[in-house]
C-alpha cells in the first residue's frame, strides 16, 4: 500500500526554523523525484520544491529559495524539507508527493500543518 506520511509541523515564531519529514512506503521511493507541496487557507496548493532520484538536483520556488533546502535520504525512505527563516506567508499544511504520481495517479499524504505567527 503507497503511503506518504508527512511529520515535523508546527507552530513556530517569525524567523524560526522547522524540518519537515516525508516517509514513503509501498513504493520503490529512490526510482521517484520527489516534491514538496504546501496549501494555505483558502488558497490553492502550490509546489514548494523538488528533489531528483539522487538528491544531486533540485529545485525551488521563487517565493522559498534562499530559505528553505530539500533533501533526501533513500536508505530510510525519507525526504526533508528544512525551513529557515520562516514567514507568516509560509503558513501552510505542507505534502510530499512522487513526481509523475505512482502508475500516472497522484499521491498525497495528510500532510503537516506549520503556523508561522508571533
Known amino acids: 500500500q503507497v503511503q506518504l506520511v508527512e511529520s515535523g509541523g508546527g507552530l513556530v515564531q517569525p524567523g524560526g526554523s522547522l524540518r519537515l519529514s516525508c516517509a514513503a512506503s509501498g513504493f520503490a521511493v529512490s526510482s521517484y523525484a520527489m516534491s514538496w507541496y504546501r496549501q494555505a487557507p483558502g488558497k490553492e496548493r502550490e509546489w514548494v520544491s523538488s528533489i531528483t532520484t539522487s538528491g544531486r538536483s533540485t529545485n525551488y520556488a521563487d517565493s522559498v529559495r534562499g530559505r528553505f533546502t530539500i533533501s533526501r535520504d533513500n536508505a530510510k525512505r525519507t525526504v526533508y524539507l528544512q525551513m529557515n527563516s520562516l514567514k507568516p506567508e509560509d503558513t501552510a499544511v505542507y505534502y510530499c508527493?512522487?513526481?509523475?504520481?505512482?502508475?500516472?495517479?497522484?499521491?498525497w499524504g495528510k500532510g503537516t500543518l506549520v503556523t508561522v505567527s508571533s
Open positions: 508527493n512522487p513526481v509523475g504520481g505512482i502508475d500516472g495517479m497522484a499521491v
